[in-house]
């Protein structure tokens, strides 16, 4: 069978809900693979929930639709405060990326109690954003950026990762809107251990299944490279 845009394929999945240290309850879903343990885990921060971002953003979703099957890896999705999909709406408002620091303690959190392993941030735009303000946690042992807008997110921030030691690798469109790969190595050169890889073609949402299967293969080659590249069929 080929694997395609709306394949699911099997895992176990559970609704969870994390619980922030200012008091929201964020509503999310854990999907493992189904006959193993996990080998490590993306805890996925999603684009900015105002333009429609949400634990449901494609990429997100096949991620947690094929990784576990395909690559052994744990995915934590959850909706930040305030941000509604088919899963729920977490509580809260969207606070354009500060009060949203709780969410990411939170999850992390989940990951650690529930030892979820080898955890790895991927965030998508705003996620991005959030993972470089908020990620500098001691369980993170890196993380993947796709589209980073580098808004709120700035010059402190990648130096500050820069001395937090873990990979950071930004996978950055040939047609973004916001930041594309030449001037992305320029700013991320504040961080000595990134890697900057640009996507000839890709536009910042990652439409078309060929695109996403480049993000999903570049995540696997850092997290589980023993399972890259992925497989086109089942």
């Not at 394949?7 to 879903?29: N, S, Y």
């Not at 805890?43 to 094929?66: E, F, I, N, Q, W």
């Not at 399972?227 to 086109?232: N, V």
Request: charged share 25%; proline share 9%.
């Amino acid at each position: 069978m080929d694997i395609r845009a709306s394949t699911v394929l099997p895992a176990r999945r559970k609704d969870i809900e994390l619980q922030t240290a200012d008091g929201l309850t964020l509503v999310g879903e854990v999907a493992v693979p189904d006959s193993k343990p996990p080998v490590a885990t993306l805890v996925c921060l999603h684009p900015l929930p105002t333009h429609g971002g949400m634990m449901d953003s494609h990429v997100l979703r096949k991620a947690s639709y094929r990784l576990p099957a395909l690559a052994d890896i744990a995915v934590l999705r959850f909706n930040t405060r305030g941000t509604a999909s088919d899963r729920g709406t977490s509580q809260g408002a969207f606070d354009g990326g500060e009060g949203e620091r709780w969410d990411v303690a939170a999850a992390l959190e989940y990951a650690d109690f529930h030892d979820l392993p080898n955890p790895w941030l991927v965030g998508w735009s705003f996620g991005t954003e959030l993972a470089l303000k908020w990620g500098r946690d001691p369980i993170v042992r890196g993380a993947i950026l796709l589209s980073p807008p580098l808004k709120r997110a700035g010059e402190k921030d990648l130096v500050a990762w820069g001395e937090f030691g873990r990979p950071l690798v930004a996978l950055v469109p040939e047609h973004d809107d916001y930041l594309r790969p030449e001037e992305a190595v320029r700013r991320f050169a504040a961080v000595p251990q990134a890697e900057v890889v640009g996507v000839e073609g890709a536009k910042h949402l990652w439409v078309g299944e060929p695109y996403v299967r480049i993000v999903l293969n570049e995540i696997v080659k850092r997290v589980n490279p023993a399972a890259a590249p992925l497989p086109t069929t089942v």
